[in-house]
């Protein structure tokens, strides 16, 4: 996809232009960030700029080129942005390092790299010619003439071929990580007619699912990003999975309204939330406490937005349509205002104040003779 976009679109020939890096040179970059990322989502990507510059040849400007194309083309995008670590988090990281390979570091680590996720963006998807088929009959006649073959002569064992060597494409400038991920989209495309499909879930199921796990201290154990390690602990789907099973109704009920409803419960029964090491099931735990309690009535945000929904609005669009306006008016209010006036300035215009008003006292005198 990188290659078709850089040589069949002018969005990305426009894009090699302006930020200054060649074809070939931006597919290399592509292909060592791929070498980092997860082969399943292609996200994960923690290596540093000095690290991918070991891969391929790279000089530093060149992947800072790549990657300001990446951003532009929808191709990357930087999750975090790497820093120079403090004391405390420099301690973290010998702690994190040894605790994992059960050694302290032999140099401390002293920064912290960028965080990147490849992406396909939709553009590209939906503009990329479909690989092509062959027809059932080309094919079977194609193994009809490997069979033959493999019939009459010694089959030769498999050469391998370095990746320089290879052409991996028509111009020869596709790396094998690249044309092996080129391939696997292909193959996934083309059984995509032969697939189920899957009915994506509400986003207002989805955001509340996000909202409850950022409020609740048993949720965040399954699921999320892990701290320590980095890597993803359990998908979002399953506590979508839990609201359906109870019965809410995420068109009425925030994630804000269920975190406080359970809070609340709680609180009146006198329980709190276990600590992490106390859970054995953390999932169960939530499914139990979102089961006591009724779902039926109206929830906070609606009695807070009482009347202020519009025509074909759900509550939970409204309530996040007045609290996009709110901070919307909270950026516009908090736009620096110019410098009040020095004391020069303030004396310089009662001076011209006063002058003004005694030339108006002079004229409304002669006025009266």
């Not at 994190?96 to 960028?114: E, M």
């Not at 009425?252 to 359970?262: K, Q, S």
């Amino acid at each position: 996809m990188c290659e078709w976009i850089v040589t069949h679109t002018e969005r990305g020939r426009t894009a090699l232009t302006r930020h200054g890096i060649a074809a070939q040179t931006f597919l290399r970059v592509c292909a060592a960030h791929a070498q980092y990322a997860e082969s399943t989502t292609g996200r994960h990507v923690y290596a540093s700029l000095a690290t991918l510059a070991t891969k391929d040849s790279l000089s530093i400007d060149q992947l800072k080129r790549g990657r300001r194309v990446l951003k532009t083309l929808d191709l990357g995008v930087e999750l975090a942005r790497g820093k120079k670590l403090n004391a405390a988090e420099r301690e973290a990281a010998v702690r994190l390092y040894t605790r994992t390979h059960g050694q302290p570091p032999v140099r401390l680590q002293i920064g912290a790299a960028s965080v990147w996720a490849l992406s396909a963006p939709a553009w590209a998807v939906e503009a990329m010619p479909a690989p092509e088929k062959l027809s059932k009959r080309r094919r079977r006649s194609t193994r009809s003439t490997q069979d033959r073959a493999s019939a009459t002569r010694p089959v030769s064992p498999p050469r391998h071929r370095s990746p320089s060597s290879a052409p991996q494409s028509p111009s020869g400038s596709l790396s094998m990580c690249l044309s092996v991920r080129k391939d696997h989209q292909a193959r996934t495309r083309a059984g995509e007619q032969n697939s189920t499909p899957t009915t994506p879930r509400p986003l207002a199921l989805q955001r509340a699912a996000a909202q409850l796990i950022d409020r609740v201290p048993a949720l965040r154990t399954i699921v999320g990003i892990d701290v320590a390690t980095g890597r993803r602990r359990g998908h979002i789907g399953s506590v979508c999975d839990l609201l359906l099973d109870a019965g809410i109704d995420t068109d009425r009920w925030t994630g804000v309204d269920i975190a406080h409803a359970l809070n609340h419960d709680g609180t009146t029964r006198g329980w709190t939330w276990p600590t992490a090491h106390a859970m054995t099931s953390p999932r169960r735990l939530v499914a139990y406490r979102l089961s006591r309690l009724d779902w039926t009535g109206p929830s906070p945000t609606e009695l807070k937005i009482h009347d202020r929904t519009h025509k074909g609005e759900t509550s939970t669009d409204a309530a996040h349509r007045i609290i996009k306006t709110r901070h919307r008016a909270l950026v516009a209010t908090s736009i620096p205002q110019a410098r009040p006036a020095t004391g020069e300035h303030r004396r310089a215009m009662r001076e011209q104040l006063a002058t003004d008003l005694v030339a108006k006292r002079i004229a409304a005198a002669r006025c009266a003779r």
